[in-house]
């Protein structure tokens, strides 16, 4: 990256002359191509792409909100707290540039400087999994509510075998919010399947299996799933792999065909590693039951006491809807506190196993503490009564559970001297080398009109040839209309849309650049 404008904030502060604001492409497009791209691409998660300047600069305020607050990129545990392996932060000086940057109207730069755009995600990160398993194709419904649906993959385990990496392809990455991968050897999952009409099966809180085993948390951004060097979790001979596939609320139906890659060893000398939930809700909690009274914010308390020597390679809480905070620590017997993970603001759609940076070692006799609050107030947004209510335990998403996983296994002393990932920060997009576009010539972006600008109830698309596809975007990024055009001069219906600012964009059916419009409803 270039660092001209870097050296001038860093000299002036922020409020810089204009002409010497970060630029898009010397400053701007680095840190967005790594640490924003991999959710935010077309038909990702993030629900607009920013692999271009032109959606990047409409975006440019929302995008100084996002970082500056914090939100984005999705990272819910305190750095301050423990820094964990595989961190997805920024640092304040990629902050303070993407602030100038949008405030100074987001200028371009020189495209002679502009960076590969990054790959779509979706290619498989581990290259050559030793078993790799499909869901059958499945046509998620148009609902107002989540949907978390179940499915039982086909796989060919004949014999025991440790699972070394494991990684989740969404197949429709819009859609895919997150995915927990368990393990069942009671044949349970497959018959909850064949009872319910359809690919899989709908459940919540788990797979509707209580002796299924958890082997995988995915969350949209996240890397493979690996265990240290000589660790791996044990995948039993003849054991179905199910997972859990959340689908947020959607207008239109759509496809999905998620895969899971594992990467798998049979050595002997293999350590495995257990996915379990060590403080809990039943029978670690110490001041039970749990019950959230109406109008009350409320701390629970779990404790367990190591019967042996672990060592823990991961960490990861769940609650739902209520939960304000939760955090765990460990104290070895005659030694100072050890910090887990603590999470002060929780959100229930970023839930992930976090992996240390270096295992932590706990001796025999070490106490393990877990707590976690709820606001079960009006103050509290996700809530979801109105006024509250009594909210039990339960696995339902609007009942409330506290669990810690840990992914542990005997330990040794020197387990805490390996090494998992030392990286002070995430890997950089090229290396935030400017270079020339290489490869084939990207096509011109198609000459588009759309009027007139403001508009009421209805928008006129001229020059789109048939097949080519549009889509609307609000302010906040978010798709409202997306359709595939006629050709000629065709009527797009907009009165369903609320007043406001909007970004029309339309794409040849051959690909290519996007043409994009700004247009005001009213």
Known sequence: ???????????????????????????????????????????????????????????????????????????????????????????????????????????????????????????????????????????????????????????????????????VVPGN?????????????????????????????????GIGVQSAKLIGIWVPGALPFETPPGFGIRLFADADIVIQVHYPANSTPQLDSTRVNLKLTTSPLTRPISIDPVLDHLITITNGPLVIPPNQVKTFHAQYTTTFPATVTAIGPHSHLLGKRMWAYAIPPGGDTIPLIDIPDWDF????????????????????????????????????????QWVWLGESTTDEMMLFYFAWTVGVPGDANIVVDTAAHGAHHQDCVPGQLVGIPELPAPTISVWPSPAR?????????????????????????????????????????????????TIAPSGGRPARHKVMLE
């Open 173 to 205: 990455g819009e859609m895919v919010h997150h995915v927990l991968v368990f393990q069942d050897t009671s044949g349970q999952a497959r018959i909850l399947d064949q009872n319910e009409m359809g690919p899989g099966y709908t459940s919540f809180g």
């Open 457 to 505: 109830g209805e928008l006129f698309v001229d020059g789109a040839t048939a097949g080519a596809r549009l889509r609307m975007f609000d302010a906040m990024g978010r798709v409202v209309l997306d359709l595939r055009l006629t050709g000629g001069v065709q009527r797009i219906a907009v009165a369903q849309l609320a007043r406001g600012t909007y970004l029309v964009e």
């Open 1 to 167: 990256m270039k660092h001209t404008a870097t050296i001038v904030l860093a000299a002036m502060g922020i409020a810089t002359a204009q002409a010497q604001s970060p630029t898009w492409h010397e400053d701007i497009s680095c840190i967005v191509f790594s640490h924003c791209a991999p959710c935010h691409y077309d038909g990702g998660p993030g629900h607009f792409s920013l692999a271009d300047y032109q959606m990047a600069h409409w975006m440019r305020d929302e995008i100084k909100f996002a970082t500056s607050t914090g939100y984005m990129p999705p990272w819910p545990p305190d750095p301050n707290y423990r820094s964990l392996a595989h961190e997805r932060l920024l640092t304040q000086e990629e902050v303070d540039l993407i602030a100038a940057w949008a405030d100074a109207g987001g200028p371009e730069g020189d495209p002679a400087n502009a960076l590969l755009p990054p790959p779509t995600p979706g290619a498989w990160l581990i290259p050559q999994p030793d078993l790799t398993a499909i869901m059958e194709d499945y046509m998620i419904p148009s609902s107002s509510s989540d949907n978390y649906r179940c499915f039982v993959l086909d796989i060919d385990n004949p014999t025991d075998r440790f699972i070394t990496a494991l990684e």
């Open 349 to 388: 759609r970023w839930q992930d196993m976090y992996q240390f940076r270096q295992p932590v070692y706990l001796p025999s006799g070490t106490v393990l503490h877990g707590h976690a609050t709820y606001d079960n107030t009006t103050n509290n947004p996700n809530n979801p009564n109105n006024p509250p």
